[in-house]
Structure formats: C-alpha cells, structure tokens
C-alpha cells in the first residue's frame, strides 16, 4: 500500500522552529521528487518547497527562501523540512506529495494527509 504519512507539526512561537518529517511506505521515495505544499484557511494550496529525486536539488519559494531547507534520508524513505524564523503568516496544513520522476514538476501521485503547523504572535 503506498503511503505518505507527515509529522512534526505543532504550535510555536513566531522566530522558533520545526522540522517536519514525510515518511513513504509502499514505494522507494529516492525515485520520486518529494514536494512540500500548504494550505492556509481560505486560502489556495500553495507549493513551499521540493526535492528532486536524482540529485537532490531542492527549490523553494520566494515566502520561505532562506528560512526553510529541505533534506532526504533515502535509507528512512523520508524527506525533511526544517522550518527556521517562523511566522504567523507560516501557519497552514503542511502536505507531501511524490512525483514519479527525476524533477519536481507536476502530477504529483501521492499525496499525503497533512499536518498541522499554527505559528502564534
């Protein structure tokens, strides 16, 4: 059964720190770019950031540029997002999904169900 499960959201204060985790399951992530989105209430899906599948390049939108990193660990089948310099306007249910293929370009095939991320003031 594929698979992608996120963890790591919570509540924190804006400046602080997370790092959340997508783990897969059913397939071997290394050959799928992994992509990070969010959703805002009332707000449109936006993409954050994604990691290519073949030589890790990781792309990152201007709102999180310089704060945000992204890294895999192949032997956990699981993609990271380290969340520095948090911000009010950081909250969101934060997704992963998989690309089948090298880069991080749509359709992405498997989505995950979310997590939680609520940065107060």
């Known amino acids: 059964q594929v698979q992608l499960v996120e963890s790591g959201g919570g509540l924190v204060q804006a400046g602080g720190s997370l790092r959340l985790s997508c783990e897969a399951s059913?397939?071997?992530?290394?050959?799928?770019?992994i992509g990070w989105f969010r959703q805002a209430p009332g707000k449109e899906r936006e993409g954050v950031a994604c990691?290519?599948?073949?030589?890790?390049?990781?792309y990152y939108a201007d709102s999180v540029k310089g704060r945000f990193s992204l890294f895999r660990n192949n032997a956990k089948n699981t993609v990271y997002l380290q969340m520095g310099s948090l911000k009010p306007e950081d909250t969101a249910i934060y997704s992963c999904?998989?690309?089948?293929?090298?880069?991080?370009?749509?359709?992405?095939?498997?989505w995950g169900q979310g997590t939680q991320v609520t940065v107060s003031s």
């Open positions: 059913g397939f071997t992530s290394d050959y799928y770019a």
């Open positions: 990691i290519s599948s073949f030589d890790g390049t990781s």
């Open positions: 999904a998989a690309h089948r293929g090298v880069k991080c370009v749509p359709p992405f095939d498997y």
